[in-house]
């Protein structure tokens, strides 16, 4: 509504709202008592604030307030790729449409239901559909939009075929409910709730961008507004892992069908960190090398997931999301200053980003150095959690496989640095690359956390566990 009463110069002013509002949000959350949630009351059945559900609020609403800020600094391409009825038109639902994203995200974060989580997921996919298709003016973003719409109602019916089968055995949609009743049935009924389980985890696989569901990803990144982008790479891949682990929870419980399902698990892990890892080599546009990189972190996430029965596995897991927050959403705002400027986000475009604006070369330096998973950066302490998972879990293939596609992200990683710090601009009289307020201070606190998390996790271990 305030959208429809601010003027052309205003526009910002409702990006700068939904910050505020969601950082009196993120600090309730540190307070809210979890104990005073009545299980009596009709919503418990759907609904719990476990430390899990918590901890995905609060990192749905950190990406929030980040694709904000990013969104902000974007704002001249959004102007520009829309059809020019007034100056400013379209800017207001552009900061607006995150916010619903993030209602969904935290319901989602919450969801012990399977129609709460079908309802929460289609909430927040909804509006992906409109975000990655919003620059009506780009036919890239078009053709984004369209791809991950088809696709995404593809992922959709196999949840919901899945679901079917799942209550077709069990007479049942809670989780805690499915639980309860899977020990007490016939083994018979067990290839029926393997099936319905295989077509949730390939609705699931297409979420968090999963081989072989992962086919989407590139050309949506790509396609997509830069912040739309992060913000897909991020939030949307955080739900979809803690969707698996309560869905894995609830099916765990039974050793026959925990055989069947963890070695699924490690084979998608292992495909998805090869094929991620090794795709990302060839890449010249930035944008498609980081979302070719998030299908190899899904990977890491997923032999976290496989090695789910190690005493640390739930807290890395959930370390690695949060290491993974701080460096994908450094290196997109990054993107967003420089492409804004450059008017492209081919890794070209940064050669002698270091001459032009070293503050922003030495904070995607620190990016690209914690997504490689160099020491004293939040990269790799969670990469080294994870893999010490597997390691206690006897996982020695995925192990070796993360050792080598470490490698491999190595070298596409420091294409970009070299890009920046031993490429000469393609304009050496061009003027210094400046970020807005804002963008500055965000940029400086993610460098400030990736190096904190890196040197001294304690604290948030603490808090995890």
Known sequence: MAEA?????????????GIAGLLGILAATFFADASALDPAAPYARFYTADSLAVFLKQFAIV???????MAVEFAPAVEAGLPAERRGAGLG????????????????????DFV?????????????????????????SLEAGAKYLVLGALSTGFLVYGITWIYGVTRETNLAAIAEKLPALDQAAAPALLFGFGLVLVSLGFKVAAAPFQFWVPDVYQGAPTPVAAFLSVASKAAGFVVLLRVLETFLVVPLLQEKILPLVAILAGATMVFGNLAAIPQSNLKRLLAYSSIGHAGYLLLGVASIGAPLAGTAILFYLGAYLLMTMLAFLVLTVVS???????????????????????????????????????????????????????QWILVVLGIITVAAGFYYYL?????????????PDAAPIEAGPAARFVIALLCALIIWLGVYPAPLLALLR
């Not at 990406?63 to 800020?69: A, E, G, N």
């Not at 639902?93 to 012990?112: D, I, K, N, Q, R």
């Not at 690209?368 to 959690?385: C, D, E, R, Y």
């Not at 294409?415 to 304009?427: E, G, L, T």
Request: hydrophobic share 55%; net charge neutral; aromatic share 12%.
């Open 415 to 427: 294409k970009v640095v070299r890009a920046m710090y031993w490429q000469q601009p393609a304009d």
């Open 5 to 17: 009463f601010a003027g052309p110069g205003t526009k910002r002013g409702i990006a700068f709202a």
């Open 93 to 112: 639902e552009f900061y607006a449409l995150p916010v619903f994203a993030c209602a969904g995200l935290m319901w989602m974060a919450s969801a012990t």
């Open 116 to 140: 709460l989580i079908f309802v929460s997921l289609e909430l927040v996919t909804i509006t992906f559909y409109v975000l990655v298709s919003y620059l009506r003016r780009n036919s890239a």
């Open 340 to 394: 804004r400027a450059t008017g492209g986000d081919d890794i070209a475009d940064f050669n002698g980003l270091n001459q032009r604006a070293p503050h922003l070369a030495f904070a995607m330096l620190l990016a690209m150095m914690s997504l490689a998973g160099v020491p004293l950066t939040a990269g790799f302490l969670g990469k080294l959690f994870i893999f010490e998972c597997a390691v206690e879990q006897q």
């Open 63 to 69: 990406s929030t307030i980040i694709v904000l800020v």
